[in-house]
């Protein structure tokens, strides 16, 4: 996975029910754009994160 400063990451529910959550990336810390990144959520709380399998980057425009 490969990802830039402002992109977004769309995470897919994984239970039935649980809804689908978007965060904006504002930190890479890996090489050329690799995991981990700092993550800043809807509700503005920050964490760093190595997203999964069930994760999509969506380009800042």
């Known amino acids: 996975m ?9 995470m897919h529910g994984r239970v039935v ?3 689908d959550r978007t965060v904006e990336i ?3 810390l890996g090489g050329d754009g690799t995991p981990p ?5 809807e509700d ?3 964490a ?3 997203p999964g399998p069930d ?4 380009p800042s425009r």
């Open 48 to 50: 760093l994160m190595s």
């Open 37 to 41: 990144y700092r993550v800043r959520f």
């Open 17 to 19: 029910g649980q809804q």
């Open 26 to 28: 504002i930190e890479v």
């Open 2 to 10: 490969h990802a830039s400063l402002g992109d977004r990451l769309l």
């Open 44 to 46: 503005g709380h920050e």
């Open 55 to 58: 994760t999509i980057v969506q």
